[in-house]
């Protein structure tokens, strides 16, 4: 198994100001996604994050406001851009060792705009 | 169509109880299925890992997987109050590429 260590673990941002979520995995892992989880749903998977390349976007996610950062097989950021009350959410990191293996998660970022 | 189905519940059930949570999917191409237990305010935890069919146990949880059906169980059994948590289906694998699907999450809530 994977340990992930995420931080910060919450922030209270005001709006129009950034933020950048750090992922640690305690291994070398293949594959690193960002979700967002909206309180009491599930997770939206925001974007793959690359090693050594651009991420991969899902649909509604572009990089100028979620940009991501993968210079290793060990770390990962995601930054969340000129915040509104609407990026309020748990953001979290999950990993994979490789491909088609069990992904695990940080404790996730939960982020309040105001 | 959602890729993965999962009734959101509430679930409420006294302690000692047998809890049956389940998932349904569309896409046959999944192989590799997971269970994951979250507590409020914290992340996912894995909880069970599944390839393809058949059953799984670890200590008082089981997992099946009815491929044929599209079709995912996790039975907790002599369910404790420290069960009570959001728990989450995923699946991945097949033409799916390197994404995982998860469920909505069934609200789970073991009465003392």
């Known amino acids: 198994s994977a340990v992930i260590s995420q931080k910060p673990s919450r922030d209270i941002c005001q709006r129009g100001t950034s933020l950048t979520i750090q992922c640690q995995v305690d291994?070398?892992?293949?594959?690193m996604f960002w979700y967002r989880q909206q309180p009491g749903q599930s997770l939206t998977l925001i974007a793959t994050a690359n090693q050594g390349s651009e991420a991969t976007y899902e649909s509604g996610f572009v990089i100028d406001k979620f940009p991501i950062s993968r210079p290793n097989l060990t770390f990962s950021t995601l930054t969340v851009s000129n915040m509104s009350p609407e990026d309020s959410s748990i953001y979290l990191c999950?990993?994979?060792?490789?491909?088609?293996?069990?992904?695990?998660f940080g404790q996730g970022t939960r982020l309040t705009v105001v | 169509q959602k890729e993965v189905e999962q009734d959101p519940g509430p679930l409420s059930v006294p302690e000692g109880a047998i809890v049956s949570l389940n998932c349904t999917y569309s896409n046959s191409a999944f192989q590799y299925f997971m269970w994951y237990r979250q507590y409020s305010r914290k992340g996912p935890e894995l909880l069970m890992y599944t390839y393809s069919s058949g059953n799984k146990e670890d200590g008082r949880f089981t997992a099946q997987v009815d491929k044929s059906s599209k079709y995912i169980s996790l039975f907790i059994r002599d369910s404790q109050p420290s069960d009570s948590a959001t728990y989450l289906c995923?699946?991945?694998?097949?033409?799916?590429?390197?994404?995982?699907?998860f469920g909505t999450g069934t609200s789970l809530t073991v009465i003392p």
């Open positions: 291994s070398q892992v293949t594959m």
């Open positions: 999950s990993a994979a060792s490789q491909i088609n293996t069990e992904a695990f």
């Open positions: 995923a699946m991945s694998g097949g033409n799916t590429g390197n994404q995982f699907y």
